[in-house]
């Protein structure tokens, strides 16, 4: 969603996107044809050399994730669709000085509100994917993020779902989820031998979140679970990408109060290992590879995404110092001399970014949760 900035911070964010920009891609205007909003019927082989199939969607485009994954659609030879939701994501844009009258770039833009389904319904007609990377921030405070953001994000899932669904030219949709989705729980027992793994198929539990205030995790796990209720029995290919903090060039600026929103509660995260970072190119390459392989059914359910876990105080306190944020979240000592009760597993993930050929996933749609 639109942040309100400052002029200083807001050029300084300028500045570094036309820099990305010029590496990779442009931007240009584009209008919804003034036709049948339902006059582009979904195809029934949905194949990646058709011309509609390398035209995609992106929400949130000029997030740090969003960014991120429309850069890597341009160089993958994608006409990406770019849906602004604010006047001030427009600002930026034309203040980079990239707008072409003919899209000739490869990206378009349009407005388009997460929470209106007519407008997002317009913004996706026309494209075969639409990645949502799209989410809530709060510009108030250190929290980032309130509870009732975590309404929001939840509603304005389920409303881009259905969006997809009544578009007849969207086929498949990559949602950004998060690794909150899947960390927070009671603990397990100390006793318990050997660490309990954390995988596609672990679920936050959102009683749990809701207790402890952590409304960055709430919202993004029932955001989540929105996406997949709305999808289930329809005719739409999803997948949900879960990322790690996610780090990068320039994360402090760009992405600081996600970021502050995310490591909340991140003393009782690093004592049970489960403080984790994904770079902001990894996470985009996960979100192609995810969608390309989505057309063989190759690709199907959640992904957790990350690079590294940190283990030590003194690891956690560099990404502290990284965001300007006050050194006293994490403990004193290190942690790593102990057995942590949770271990995070992304092999799903691996061999999705390690094969070279397509073989049909087992379980394509066995997302389960309460």
Partial sequence: MGVLRSTHSMQAEVEEMRAALLHGGGAAGWQPSAGDPGAVKRAASGQEGDAGARTVC???????????????LLRHGYTVRLALE?????DKLREMEMFGEDGSDGVWTVMANVMEPESLHRAFD???????????VDPGGMSGYTKHMATLEAQAAERVIEACV???SVRKCVFTSSLLACVWRQSYPHDRRGPSIIDENSWSDETFCRDN?????????????????????RDLKLVTVCPALVTGPGFRRRNSTASIAYLKGCRAMLAEGVVATANVETVAEAHLRAYEAMGGNAAGGRYICYDRVIRRAEEFAELER?????????????????PARFELCNRKLGRLMSS???????????????
Avoid at 59 to 72: H, P
Avoid at 126 to 136: D, E, N, R, W
Avoid at 329 to 335: F, G, K, M
């Fill in 58 to 72: 992106v929400t949130g485009g000029i997030s740090f994730v969003g960014f991120a994954v429309v850069d890597r």
């Fill in 166 to 168: 009544r578009t007849e």
């Fill in 322 to 338: 990284q965001l300007g944020m006050p050194s006293r979240a994490a403990p004193t000592q290190s942690v790593d001399d102990r």
């Fill in 86 to 90: 604010t006047q001030e994501d427009l």
């Fill in 356 to 370: 070279r050929r397509r073989c049909t996933y087992e379980d394509y749609y066995p997302v389960r949760f309460e």
């Fill in 213 to 233: 205030k952590l409304w960055f995790a709430l919202g993004k796990t029932a955001a989540e679970k929105a996406a997949w209720r709305a999808a289930r029995g």
């Fill in 126 to 136: 026309g494209c075969a994917g639409v990645f949502h990377t799209s989410a809530f």
